[in-house]
C-alpha cells in the first residue's frame, strides 16, 4: 500500500474500507478505548451549526460524526457523503439512518453547489486523500461564506517518554485487533492505519494547508496524547 499514489491509492482505500465496513465501529471503539466518541463530540461542538443549519460530514463512513451531529442539533438538516457505499450502507442501518441524507461522493470533486452548507466536518479524510489542497478546495467551494470547516484526524507521535508506547501500540496491538476482529480480509486496513498515521502531516504542517487554502482563524487541539488533531476554521465573509 506505502508503494501506491495517485488514482491506484484512492481505489484501493475505497476497496479497503468497503472490506472492513461491517467491524469498523466495534475496531474504532476498541482501538480508541471508546474515547473516538468524545473527539467526534468536540468536532460536532466545533462546527457551530445553527438550529435549523445544514451540515456536510464528508468522508462519513457508518456516520459516527453525522449521527453525532443529529443528537446534538435535531432540526439540522444532516448530509453524509463518502465513496465508500458499504461503509454508509452500516449507517443507513443504524438508530437514526433514516435520518442522514447519504450521498454516494468523492471529496474531490463534491457533487453540491456553491455556499450549500453552514458547517462541513470530516473525520480521517484528510490523510486519505489524494490530494490535500483539492479537497479543501471543494470544502471551502460549498461551505457558505461565515461557515466552518472541522477536521478530525490522526497526527503523528511526537518524541515524549510515552512514544515508545504509543509506537507499540499502533504498529502491534493495532493490527493484531485488526486481524482478531475484522479477519485476513481486512488486516492490511489496521497495518495501513498506523503507517499512514506516522507519514501524515504534523498539526502544524495541515494548519498551514488549511490557512494556504484560504481558510481563516485556523487553530486546533490535540487528544490522546498528541495522536489525534482537530482542526477547525472559518470560511471568510
Ligand atoms: C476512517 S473512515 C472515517 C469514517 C468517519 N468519518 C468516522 O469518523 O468514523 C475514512 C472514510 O473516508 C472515506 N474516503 C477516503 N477518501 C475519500 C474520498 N476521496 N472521497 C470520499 N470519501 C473518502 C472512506 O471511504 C472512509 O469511509
Known sequence: MAHL??????????DMFGRIARRY???????TFGQDMRWRRFVVKQAQLPAGGKLLDLATGTGD???????????AQIVGADFSLPMMYVGQHLKNGRRVGWVGADALKLPFPDNTFDAVTSGYLVRNVIDIPQTLKEQLRVLKPGGRI??????????SLLKPFILMHLKYVI???????VGTEGADAYSYL?????????????????HNAGIEQVQWKLFMFGTM??????KPQ
Open 5 to 14: 499514489t495517485g488514482e491506484e491509492r484512492a481505489t484501493y482505500v475505497q
Open 229 to 234: 488533531a482537530v482542526h477547525w476554521g472559518i
Open 194 to 210: 498506523p503507517s499512514s498515521t506516522q507519514a501524515f502531516k504534523t498539526p502544524e504542517d495541515l494548519a498551514a494547508n488549511m
Open 65 to 75: 460524526i453525522a449521527f453525532e451531529a443529529l443528537r446534538n442539533t435535531p432540526d
Open 150 to 159: 472541522v477536521i478530525l484526524d490522526s497526527s503523528p507521535p511526537k518524541d
Open 175 to 181: 493490527p493484531l485487533l485488526g486481524r482478531i476482529i
Open 25 to 31: 465501529n466495534l475496531m474504532n471503539r476498541l482501538m
